[in-house]
């Protein structure tokens, strides 16, 4: 298995534009999360999935949108990329919330400009 | 909300010393915490995960205990290794959401 596996690995954006961060997993987990990770602090929650067609906003999801049309891929898409939105991306995954743990992809460390 | 803190930010032992990294948090309605270990340019890594109910896990060097009521989590490295260098983040399950700490970089000096 790949587990997690995020694409691209680094991005410079211009202010404005717009990215979609790919992440795939190939484990048959149901949820799925995407975090953003800033210098020094630790994750922050952006959004989450607890299966095809359904996702749900975390601690910080403005500014981003996502979508959940098959269970291996979870696409965050930016729109009018901002410098607030510097920062790495991580993606996870798991079977379930409550019981077990979450595995993460590499990351994808975006910088505006 | 739930809020995670990581103290000391920063530790620097020399090899084979025993540590405690400490995690807190203040809301006691959790279903899990988790210990991360993450290196330079890298994703996270599961070291432990301690169900609500239980009051402490065992893997190999580490040791991680929880007591809800007071707020805490501590993860105990035995016998510290160059190898165990890196960042040890905590992590808390409230359901569908997780909140991490900032973090704790451990430097293990050889």
């Known amino acids: 298995n790949a587990g997690v596996t995020q694409t691209p690995k680094f991005r410079i954006l211009k202010i404005g534009q717009s990215m979609t961060l790919q992440c795939t997993q190939d484990?048959?987990?149901?949820?799925m999360y995407w975090y953003r990770q800033d210098p020094g602090m630790g994750l922050k929650l952006i959004y989450y999935?607890?299966?095809?067609?359904?996702?749900d906003k975390g601690e910080v999801p403005n500014g981003y949108n996502v979508s959940r049309s098959t269970t291996e891929d979870f696409p965050l898409r930016l729109e009018l990329a901002a410098p607030s939105q510097t920062s790495v991306y991580f993606c996870?995954?798991?079977?379930?919330?409550?019981?077990?743990?979450?595995?993460f992809g590499p990351g994808t460390r975006l910088l505006v400009l | 909300k739930q809020e995670v803190t990581q103290i000391p930010a920063a530790l620097s032992v020399p090899e084979g010393e025993n540590l405690v990294l400490n995690c807190s948090f203040t809301?006691?309605?959790?279903?899990?915490l988790q210990w991360f270990r993450q290196d330079p340019g890298k994703g996270l890594t599961s070291l432990l995960l301690i169900q609500s109910s239980q009051r402490e896990q065992t893997s190999g060097r580490l040791n991680a205990s929880l007591d809800k009521s007071s707020g805490r989590s501590t993860l105990y490295i035995a016998a510290s290794q160059p190898g165990d260098s890196a960042t040890y983040l905590c992590?808390?399950?409230?359901?569908?959401?997780?909140?991490f700490g900032t973090g704790t970089s451990l430097t293990v000096i050889p």
């Open positions: 809301d006691s309605a959790i279903y899990n």
């Open positions: 484990m048959n987990h149901n949820y």
């Open positions: 999935s607890v299966g095809a067609g359904i996702t």
């Open positions: 992590a808390l399950n409230t359901g569908n959401q997780f909140y």
């Open positions: 996870a995954s798991g079977h379930r919330a409550q019981g077990e743990t979450q595995y």
